[in-house]
T-cell receptor, first 115, second 113 residues
Framework: GAGVSQSPRYKVAKRGQDVALRCDPISGHVSLFWYQQALGQGPEFLTYFQNEAQLDKSGLPSDRFFAERPEGSVSTLKIQRTQQEDSAVYLC?????????????FGPGTRLTVL | AQSVTQPDIHITVSEGASLELRCNYSYGATPYLFWYVQSPGQGLQLLLKYFSGDTLVQGIKGFEAEFKRSQSSFNLRKPSVHWSDAAEYFCAVEGDSYDKVIFGPGTSLSVIP
């Protein structure tokens, strides 16, 4: 595909369930980012990968959040024991390089609702 | 630490009218500044960016923005708004670290026919 894709687009989870959110970046893109966007807010940085290396995970809100990109392409964001405050849109973005100013291309997001 | 404020939560303009969305940033050195647009059900799309040089930058869809260091501002403008411009607009700043892009809270734009 031409752009970043994410699946599922919508996810409803009961509190305490584990969820896995998938991101397919643009082919060949080195950098991959995850953001969390709460209702009415701007995206907030969660974590950053350069190829398969997770270089920054300072934005992950708790140890229930875990991300991986084992082969340097597809990435999965996993949330364990979901809580209501985890309800948000999770955005994935990729970019071709690793320098300042590289354009990030965003996917449509996964809307997670925790009941 | 860098931060971004967008003073207007929601703006309504008539189709064909001019538009200005405000953005103020906090960053010690010369920032990298961006404007993104988010339409319902769509991903964020880059409208324009400023790194250095000419302080008036042109973007896609007829948008432009002006960097004013003295005011720590990077306001987005469009001379004539179209109904399809109704969306959420985010200003963002990238600081020293490549991965640290900080987004503002957004401004929601409504367009009246």
């Amino acid at each position: 595909g031409a752009g970043v894709s994410q699946s599922p687009r919508y996810k409803v989870a009961k509190r305490g369930q584990d969820v896995a959110l998938r991101c397919d970046p643009i082919s060949g893109h080195v950098s991959l980012f995850w953001y969390q966007q709460a209702l009415g807010q701007g995206p907030e940085f969660l974590t950053y990968f350069q190829n398969e290396a997770q270089l920054d995970k300072s934005g992950l809100p708790s140890d229930r959040f875990f991300a991986e990109r084992p082969e340097g392409s597809v990435s999965t964001l996993k949330i364990q024991r979901t809580q209501q405050e985890d309800s948000a849109v999770y955005l994935c973005a990729s970019s071709s390089g690793a320098e300042r100013g590289n354009e990030q291309f965003f996917g449509p997001g996964t809307r997670l609702t925790v009941l | 630490a860098q931060s971004v404020t967008q003073p207007d939560i929601h703006i309504t303009v008539s189709e064909g009218a001019s538009l200005e969305l405000r953005c103020n940033y906090s960053y010690g050195a010369t920032p990298y500044l961006f404007w993104y647009v988010q339409s319902p059900g769509q991903g964020l799309q880059l409208l324009l960016k400023y790194f250095s040089g000419d302080t008036l930058v042109q973007g896609i869809k007829g948008f432009e923005a002006e960097f004013k260091r003295s005011q720590s501002s990077f306001n987005l403008r469009k001379p004539s708004v179209h109904w399809s411009d109704a969306a959420e607009y985010f200003c963002a700043v990238e600081g020293d670290s490549y991965d640290k892009v900080i987004f503002g809270p957004g401004t929601s734009l409504s367009v009246i026919p």
